[in-house]
């Protein structure tokens, strides 16, 4: 159906569901393109405009909670020429009607965009301590976190990914005694190469972190002011504060719903289209051409793209190499993902001559293409050369 028959107007705003880095990109991105669109921002929570990332190390930071974040809702609202509704529900999503259902009224849109997020990854744990087991996905997590933390000194991470050692190296700089666990044999275990994981696990344990890899929790259970951690191997841990860091899973209850395609998060095209029309997703929420990307550089990228297509010029999102950087100061790390499994590795732990430092680059096993590359300590002065390569590689 045409947008006549749905009596869509110009003024009719592009109605955008979430208020974090994506949501707010998208609305900044659009209004660079254009100034006259109304834009509605529909939040489930306070509104305000933080770095996500930041939480995982305000402590080396000296910043509170509140200091993390650097605008209220009405700030951004005037910085967007926008409205931003806060502590809003939307129970559905009507495509037919090109219309959300936001506590009870309906909003129409001429264009919706999802940029709805992720909810914390919850493990199945035994036990009477499983339910006071902290997750940190947003500010009012954070803040929740700190306040506890400031009372307790013992902290046992689960889950040695990138979250979990950002945590882990910004509570153990602080004073924390911080015990990182997961079942997997190295941390990073996603990001980086066996050996640059053995290394990497070397270098945070040289910095006081307890590592206990290749083991999981079987169950927590209060113990005098906290806890204690029965874990798969045996053995017991007891820690003030348990925190979860096991990844996040999109949310696509209200997309799914409205019955729009859901593979892994919210599906859409290249365009960040749905398979409904005049509706797109973007950032943690979405999977963009058949595949979810949780960092900070893919949600710039797909907002600025789809920023274009709202303001009338069709635009695809073509994502370049984009370097993860993994703010851990006992051993920094950059990392590009090789765009296809099964490729081989070579690591060189020997360009560089301080400890922990190691380069590692990956190539395609029938070609010879370099496809990714992952940097440790001061090898990772070598970013920049290494991306020039990289994308020469893959024009090539």
């Not at 996500?52 to 605008?71: D, G, V």
């Not at 992720?118 to 036990?127: E, F, Q």
């Not at 696509?252 to 593979?263: C, F, Q, V």
């Not at 695809?316 to 765009?339: E, H, I, L, N, Q």
Request: aromatic content about 4%; overall charge negative; hydrophobic content about 45%.
């Amino acid at each position: 159906m045409t947008r006549a028959e749905h009596n869509v107007t110009e003024r009719d705003p592009v109605v955008i569901g979430g208020t974090g880095l994506a949501g707010y990109t998208v609305a900044r991105e659009l209004r660079k393109l254009d100034g006259e669109t109304p834009i509605v921002i529909v939040s489930r929570d306070d509104g305000r405009f933080y770095s996500k990332p930041a939480l995982s190390n305000a402590l080396a930071m000296k910043k509170s909670p509140h200091e993390l974040a650097s605008f209220d809702a009405p700030a951004m609202a005037a910085q967007l020429s926008a409205s931003v509704l806060t502590h809003r529900h939307v129970e559905r999503i009507v495509p037919d009607e090109r219309a959300i259902v936001v506590d009870g009224e309906r909003l129409r849109y001429r264009a919706l965009v999802l940029a709805t997020g992720a909810d914390p990854r919850r493990l199945p744990i035994r036990g009477d301590g499983a339910g006071d087991v902290l997750s940190i996905n947003d500010l009012v997590d954070y803040t929740r976190f700190r306040e506890v933390l400031a009372s307790r000194h013992s902290v046992a991470i689960l889950g040695a990914g990138l979250i979990g050692c950002e945590f882990a190296n910004d509570l153990i700089a602080a004073g924390h005694t911080v015990s990182l666990l997961d079942p997997a044999a190295a941390p990073l275990a996603r990001l980086l190469p066996a050996e640059a994981g053995a290394v990497f696990a070397g270098a945070l344990s040289e910095a006081g972190v307890d590592i206990r890899l290749g083991c999981s929790v079987e169950a927590i259970s209060r113990h005098d002011s906290g806890y204690r951690l029965t874990l798969t191997d045996g053995a017991s841990l007891d820690a003030d504060v348990v925190v979860s860091a096991v990844g996040l899973v999109p949310r696509t209850a209200l997309a799914s719903a409205a019955g729009l395609r859901i593979d892994g998060g919210i599906h859409t095209d290249a365009w960040c289209r749905t398979s409904a029309q005049d509706v797109y997703a973007l950032g943690d929420c979405a999977a963009i051409d058949g595949r979810v990307q949780p960092y900070v550089l893919p949600i710039m990228h797909a907002a600025r793209a789809l920023a274009r297509t709202l303001s009338g010029t069709l635009t695809r999102v073509d994502f370049p190499a984009m370097p993860v950087v993994v703010k851990t100061p006992s051993v920094p790390a950059v990392v590009v993902t090789p765009d296809a499994p099964g490729g081989q590795w070579t690591v060189d732990a020997s360009t560089h001559e301080s400890r922990h430092a190691l380069r590692a680059i990956c190539e395609d096993r029938e070609t010879n293409r370099m496809t990714g590359f992952a940097l440790l300590g001061t090898a990772t002065v070598d970013k920049t050369a290494l991306l020039k390569r990289l994308a020469s590689s893959i024009v090539a």
